[in-house]
């Protein structure tokens, strides 16, 4: 049988064509049901604050960077949603006189506006090269940052910075989840050509490197709300994204749900998922079940319920 039409976009892929059993099971979840999704490869931490958090988010930085040296060297790819870590990073590297240049550190931003068939200036105003500069990097001290060589954002010529994954070991991949199930922007794809009965498969779907992505529609949508009031015709319809393969050679992906990127049942969609080795490319944060080394970081008061309520 065909699979269900999307209800937010027929002309695509995303979790409302899974089958509903799937989408019932993840909405019935409680908070404790949630914890005990965990399995070997698949690891859970939820947080009292948000203070406690985003600390935790802003040490996997630090921890990472504390393992490089000039023989070996490692680095921490980072998003850009959240935020939140980044200054506390700075802090961080300041008050504990972390020498990155010293240590060979690195960082990989994981993605970045496309326009006019380029990468986004930094002179953008939604450039995410800019605002991690801006909340981190410009505000460790000058003696202590990594050299510009070792920041890697994502570009046209993608050839640079997918190479850059093969000379210094990714420690960590930092993600947040957007409204599409998506970690960085690996969006499902269009309902079309081959692949209008099915999404790609998980195997089709991990081989794809650092490219240029045509955002899913719900992905302008949040992106207008989260970085410009609201305002569509803002949001750029694609971007430069870092790739599962890249994905893959991290050591591990640490996803953290502060709880204002995606919802209470988004949040418990992907990690029933996970646990349960359920990869559909629709969810393509589902295709971390195959990871060897996953942790979610959710922040409790975030969890809520899926229970119906009229505001």
């Not at 940052?145 to 997918?162: I, K, W």
């Not at 957007?178 to 209008?196: C, M």
């Not at 640490?254 to 490319?281: C, E, Q, Y």
Request: glycine letters at 8%; proline letters at 8%.
């Amino acid at each position: 049988m065909s699979r269900p039409l999307s209800t937010i976009a027929p002309g695509w892929w995303d979790y409302t064509t899974l089958e509903p059993d799937i989408l019932r099971d993840a909405a019935a979840l409680t908070a404790t049901d949630l914890e005990q999704l965990a399995r070997p490869g698949f690891h859970i931490q939820l947080f009292d604050t948000l203070e406690e958090l985003y600390v935790a988010e802003a040490l996997e930085y630090i921890n990472a960077w504390r393992q490089s040296t000039s023989d070996n060297p490692v680095g921490i790819c980072g998003p850009i949603g959240p935020t939140e870590q980044l200054p506390l990073v700075a802090r961080l590297v300041n008050d504990l006189d972390l020498n990155l240049a010293q240590l060979d550190a690195h960082f990989w931003g994981m993605d970045e506006w496309f326009l006019d068939g380029r990468e986004a200036p930094e002179e953008h105003p939604l450039s995410f090269a800019r605002a991690d500069k801006e909340l981190c990097f410009n505000r460790i001290r000058p003696e202590l940052v990594m050299p510009e060589a070792n920041l890697h954002f994502p570009a046209a010529d993608t050839q640079r910075y997918e190479e850059s994954y093969n000379g210094v070991r990714c420690a960590v991949m930092q993600g947040g989840q957007g409204e599409i199930k998506h970690w960085a922007f690996n969006d499902p794809l269009r309902r079309e050509g081959k692949y209008f009965d099915a999404p790609p498969s998980p195997a089709e779907y991990r081989e794809l490197g650092t490219r240029v992505v045509e955002l899913h529609p719900l992905t302008l949508i949040q992106n207008a709300r989260t970085s410009g009031g609201g305002n569509i015709p803002l949001v750029p319809t694609h971007a430069l994204t870092v790739g599962p393969r890249q994905t893959w050679q991290a050591e591990k992906v640490s996803i953290w749900h502060p709880g204002h990127h995606d919802n209470p049942f988004g949040m418990r969609l992907t990690a029933l998922m996970i646990s349960k080795g359920v990869a559909d490319s629709s969810v393509p944060m589902s295709l971390l079940a195959d990871h060897p080394n996953v942790q979610f970081n959710y922040y409790r008061g975030a969890i809520g319920t899926c229970d119906t309520e009229m505001h």
